[in-house]
C-alpha cells in the first residue's frame, strides 16, 4: 500500500532554513507528481508547491517562490523541501502529498511540525 | 493566488443531510472542473472524498457527493453520522500554469 513517511518535527529560529523529507513506497515514484502543503495552527491548509515525476518541472506557490524549492531523489524515493528564511509565520504542519495523477491529492503523509521561534 | 472561500463552521443532526460551499474565482473552480474535497480529522491526515467534482475514491461511501456551478462547488453530506464530525476542505487547480489552492476549511459539527 501507498506510504509517505515524513521526517521528525523541527525547531528552528527566524531566519533559519529547514530540510524535510518524504520516503514513498507501494508506487512508482516517477510516474506521480508530489506536493507539499502546510497548515498553520487554527488555519487551513496551504498549497505549496509540486514537482513533476521526473523532478524537471517545479512549480511554487507565488508568495513563496523565493524561499521554497522541492526535489526529488529517484534512487531512494524521497522527497525533500526546503524552506529558507524562516519567519514565525512559517510555523506549521507540513504534508508530503501524492498526486493521483487525475488533478487530485490522493495520499498525504502524517505530517512534520515545524516551529519557528527565538 | 487567493484562497477559495468556505463558510467557516456548519452543523447537522445524525440522519440529516448538510451542504458545504465553496467559492472561487474565473481563475479556478469557474475554469475547471478539477476541484476535490478533502476530510480532515485533527491529527490525522487529510483524506480525499471527491476529485472532479463529483468522483469518489474507492472506499469513500456515496453519502458523500460534489456538484459545480459557475465558480461555486459544493459538497453534500447525507445521512449524517457523528464520525463525520471534521474539518473539510476544497481545492481547485487554477489557470496559474501548474497550481493550486485551496478553501480555508469548514468545521463540521455533528450535533
Known amino acids: 500500500q501507498v506510504k509517505l513517511v515524513q521526517s521528525g518535527a523541527e525547531v528552528k529560529k527566524p531566519g533559519a532554513s529547514v530540510i524535510l523529507s518524504c520516503k514513498a513506497s507501494?508506487?512508482?515514484?516517477?510516474?506521480?507528481?508530489m506536493h507539499w502543503v502546510r497548515q498553520a495552527p487554527g488555519q487551513g491548509l496551504e498549497w505549496m508547491g509540486s514537482i513533476s515525476p521526473k523532478g524537471d518541472v517545479r512549480n511554487y506557490q507565488q508568495t513563496l517562490q523565493d524561499r521554497f524549492s522541492m526535489t526529488k531523489d529517484s534512487s531512494t524515493r524521497t522527497l525533500y523541501m526546503e524552506l529558507r528564511g524562516l519567519r514565525s509565520e512559517d510555523t506549521a504542519v507540513y504534508y508530503c502529498?501524492?498526486?493521483?495523477?487525475?488533478?487530485?491529492?490522493?495520499?498525504w503523509g502524517q505530517g512534520t511540525l515545524v516551529a519557528v521561534s527565538s | 493566488q487567493s484562497a477559495l472561500t468556505q463558510p467557516a463552521s456548519v452543523s447537522g443532526s445524525p440522519g440529516q443531510s448538510i451542504t458545504i460551499s465553496c467559492t472561487g474565482t474565473s481563475r479556478d473552480i469557474g475554469t475547471y472542473n478539477y476541484v476535490s474535497w478533502h476530510q480532515h480529522h485533527p491529527g490525522k491526515a487529510p483524506k480525499l472524498i471527491l476529485y472532479k467534482v463529483n468522483n469518489r475514491p474507492s472506499g469513500v461511501p456515496s453519502r458523500f457527493s460534489g456538484s459545480k456551478s459557475g465558480n461555486t462547488a459544493s459538497l453534500t453530506i447525507s445521512r449524517l453520522l457523528p464520525e463525520d464530525e471534521a474539518d473539510f476542505y476544497c481545492?481547485?487547480?487554477?489557470?496559474?500554469?501548474?497550481?493550486?489552492?485551496f478553501g480555508g476549511g469548514t468545521k463540521l459539527t455533528v450535533l
Open positions: 507501494g508506487f512508482t515514484f516517477t510516474t506521480y507528481y
Open positions: 481545492s481547485s487547480f487554477t489557470t496559474t500554469t501548474g497550481t493550486w489552492v
Open positions: 502529498v501524492k498526486d493521483g495523477n487525475d488533478f487530485n491529492f490522493d495520499y
